[in-house]
């Protein structure tokens, strides 16, 4: 039985790579230790709905701020995923379970009892199921709606590319407020960075969702500091908006263990707020990007000023 609190069992595929020293962390990267009664009732109600949180699995450094305010990312389809990227901290390998069929009931659950206005959905990649957990997801979103019909829902979801294309129809009929695919990296570091994918695929996979539901919020972020150039980020840019995504994130890149991909350096904010102001001179309705930044953070606030811009570049008042 893997022990996935151990990292050579968490990540067996990185435990023979050489270690890759892990910098110090400049000032505007740290970060306050979670706790707090907030904190303390968001992990009571994750642990009493037997729920996996990316917030946890991934090693976010926002946790304490989102916990403490009864946000939280939960991760569906268990806690092992079948890709092996070299960046991220979910344990990998083969998923020792099947689908539960009752955990789409349980996060809705959660999600009633957080009271939460906006929840964001995400999950491992199950390459090992044949749709790679399309329908899954379309019952939790529908389960959602059913017990909070005003919550908004925002996906985060794998590539599906093993799937027949026609299991990404499954996901957008269930009607998310905001369908989320990470790029992640550039292209030119996917075979170091995110073997396991394909940047163009990923690209087209949102661009498919605008084309099934124009209406329907778009949404993608990558990371920087894993040894980018800065012309490859406002190309990726420029590949999105092709696609016709709404939302960009871009966020700072953290080494979770000696084993993971190495940080190349820490980016300023000065060229954090330069890539903002390119962004949104490229026609992003919307663009959070910051060190801290990462997928669902602030993604409620963040909603609510993606319709309101929405709302201003269609003239309605």
């Known amino acids: 039985m893997r022990d996935l609190k151990i990292p050579e069992q968490r990540h067996p595929e990185k435990a023979r790579r050489p270690d890759n020293p892990q910098p110090k962390k400049p000032s505007w990267i740290r970060v306050k230790a979670p706790g707090g ?25 926002n946790v304490g701020e989102c916990w403490s305010q009864g946000h939280a990312t939960m991760m569906i389809m268990g806690e092992v995923c079948t890709r092996a990227c070299t960046f991220c901290n979910i344990a990998t390998g083969k998923p020792p379970e099947a689908l539960d069929a009752f955990e789409p009931g349980r996060v809705a659950d959660a999600v009633s009892k957080l009271g939460l206005k906006h929840v964001v959905i995400t999950s491992v990649d199950r390459d090992d199921i044949e749709d790679g957990g399309a329908e899954h997801f379309a019952q939790t979103i529908r389960a ?17 590319i093993r799937c027949d ?3 990404l129809e ?12 990470n790029l992640e990296t550039v292209p030119g570091l996917y075979p170091e960075v995110r073997p396991g994918a394909r940047y163009f695929h990923s690209l087209r996979l949102l661009q ?6 124009p209406s329907m919020f778009t949404k993608s972020g990558i990371m920087v500091g894993l040894g980018e150039e800065r012309q490859a980020v406002v190309q990726v840019m420029e590949d999105m908006r092709a696609a016709d995504i709404d ?8 080494q979770p263990t000696p084993k993971h991909h190495r ?8 060229e954090f707020a330069a890539y903002e102001k390119a962004a949104y001179g490229k026609g992003f309705l919307m663009v959070s990007a910051t060190p801290l930044t990462r997928s669902s953070y602030h993604a409620g606030d963040d909603f609510a000023r993606l319709r ?7 003239g309605i008042a």
């Not at 499954?170 to 695919?181: G, I, L, T, W």
């Not at 498919?208 to 539901?213: H, I, N, P, S, Y």
């Not at 940080?263 to 000065?270: A, G, K, S």
């Open 170 to 181: 499954q996901v957008v009929e269930a009607r998310p407020d905001v369908f989320n695919h």
């Open 308 to 314: 309101e811009a929405r709302k201003r570049k269609l």
């Open 263 to 270: 940080v190349d350096r820490f980016v300023h904010p000065d």
């Open 208 to 213: 498919r969702v605008k084309e099934l539901d």
């Open 37 to 61: 009664k907030g904190y303390a009732d968001t992990a009571r109600i994750m642990r009493e709905n037997k729920l996996v949180t990316v917030c946890e699995e991934a090693g976010c450094p």
């Open 165 to 167: 294309p026609s299991v």
């Open 144 to 160: 959602i709606r059913h017990r909070s019909p005003g919550t908004t829902i925002e996906i985060l979801t794998p590539d599906f």
């Open 247 to 254: 939302f960009l994130t871009i966020g700072q890149y953290l």
